[in-house]
């Protein structure tokens, strides 16, 4: 599609939001009339940074249900994320918020070349999360065979990706990384095997490098976050250059967190996402904290869409040491990056004294690297951290879920065996 002709479609669809929402008269319906807007016919897409955003505690303060935009008995199915104090962050859908969700499940399943009669090997969790029903439901839709593995049991994924051979890995990029090590442990091939779609938590180009020496595939980023839809938000085709966001049905900015004003293509800033083709909860302007920068025109592989980078961090996870802000993955991409370290560390911030320490605890390759990575995070940070190199196996390995990466130190029981 032409960027006119995708506008003029953003537009239309815009229009008939913002009308949807004025007529359900809810929170974002009476933002928008106090903002002056009374209907679709007020606003263009030059006018969507002028009006007002929405964020994860309006979700919360409407909780489970107040933020709906139909009548209940259409909510067709429910999904969340984690939120505050044990209460997820709840997500409705109706029957088409589902079909529009496996369709862009199956967009994200063909970026990364799965076809019809493609085996997909699903390794994310099913149940409340929206990873493994998201993926599942668009291989239904793109005609592909899906194995549904959900997360753990590693013996017996390995099992499944020898005996099924599958084309198409999806998991978190941490359990794909434990994955590669435990097929290599078992001493299995996987010929068949080409790519892999991992997402659901930051990483670097570097652990994209790390899965890429374990596994025979393209690793390639999924975005997708429950309050929008899902996975299948954007996704990095084979050229693996950014993700494409599906921009006919979810409009996509890029504000300074501070400030809430727009940022240059190319200057990292907090995604912002209008849904204008959502039913049950379509959402204006939605701040979702995840920190990436956008970028413009054709790619090689053919697609038109904006293509957004990897997320560099959220707002909220930014470590705030001595003074300077880090975000784990530009601590990844440095560790990884030196190739002294082994793909699995942890970040501990010893809160135990007024004076915040960061400590990095990861596996050494070979030798002794301290010296060497100290140096190199503080020439890419700007930051003097203890780097503590611990025994073969000490870091946890992501089983399920997602990895942990930063952990606090706040009491005398250290965090990690060997930490001092």
């Known amino acids: 599609m032409s960027t006119d002709e995708r506008a003029a479609l953003q537009r239309h669809r815009l ?22 807007v009374v209907g679709g016919a007020d ?29 209940r008995d259409q909510v067709a199915a429910v999904h969340g994320s984690s939120g505050t104090r044990g209460r997820p ?36 969790g099913y149940g409340l999360f929206t990873g493994g029903i998201g993926i ?3 291989a239904v839709a793109l005609g592909a065979t899906v194995v549904p593995m959900s997360g753990g049991m590693t013996d017996r994924q ?37 790519a892999g779609l991992f997402g659901a938590e930051p990483w670097s180009a570097e652990l994209r490098a790390a899965i890429e020496a374990v596994l025979p595939i393209k690793a390639m980023d999924i975005y997708g976050l429950s309050e929008v839809i899902g996975p299948g938000v954007a996704t990095e085709c084979l050229q693996q250059d950014g993700l494409h ?30 849904t204008p083709t959502k039913q049950a909860l379509p959402l204006l302007r939605y701040r979702t904290g995840d920190i990436a920068s956008l970028t413009r025109g054709e790619c090689p592989c053919g697609r038109t869409l904006v293509r957004m980078s990897k997320v560099v961090g959220r707002a909220d996870d930014m470590i705030v040491v001595r003074g300077v802000n880090v975000y784990p993955s530009e601590v990844e991409r440095v560790l990884l990056g030196s190739g002294l370290v082994r793909p699995h560390y942890q970040l501990v911030v010893d809160r135990r004294s007024p004076a915040v320490r960061l400590l990095v605890a990861c ?29 073969d196996g000490t870091v946890p390995r992501v089983e399920v879920g997602k990895a942990v990466r930063v952990v606090s130190w706040d009491d005398g029981r250290p965090p990690l065996p060997g930490l001092s």
């Not at 929405?54 to 303060?61: A, M, P, S, V, Y």
């Open 15 to 36: 229009w008939g939001l913002v009308d949807r929402l004025v007529a359900a008269g809810g929170l974002q319906g009476r933002r928008l009339k106090e903002a002056g």
């Open 43 to 71: 606003v263009t897409l030059a006018d969507l940074r002028r009006l007002p955003f929405t964020t994860k505690q309006d979700l919360w303060d409407g909780y489970p249900f107040g933020m709906l935009s139909v009548p």
């Open 89 to 124: 962050t709840l997500v409705a859908y109706t029957k088409a918020d589902l079909d529009l969700w496996a369709a862009m499940c199956a967009r994200s399943l063909a970026c990364a070349g799965a076809a019809p009669g493609s085996i997909v090997h699903n390794a994310y």
């Open 136 to 138: 599942h439901q668009g």
């Open 158 to 194: 390995v099992r499944m990706l020898a005996d099924l051979r599958p084309d198409i890995l999806t998991c978190t990029p941490a359990y794909a990384l434990r994955l590669g090590e435990a097929v290599a442990e078992a001493g299995v091939e996987l010929p068949a095997l080409k």
């Open 245 to 274: 966001v599906n921009e006919d049905h979810f409009i996509v900015e890029a504000v300074d967190p501070s400030t809430g004003e727009p940022v240059e293509d190319g200057t990292p800033g907090e995604l912002v996402f209008t």
């Open 363 to 391: 596996e050494a390759v070979s030798g002794d690297p301290r010296e060497r990575l100290v140096h190199d995070l503080h020439e890419a940070l700007g930051l003097t951290a203890d780097v503590v190199v611990l025994p």
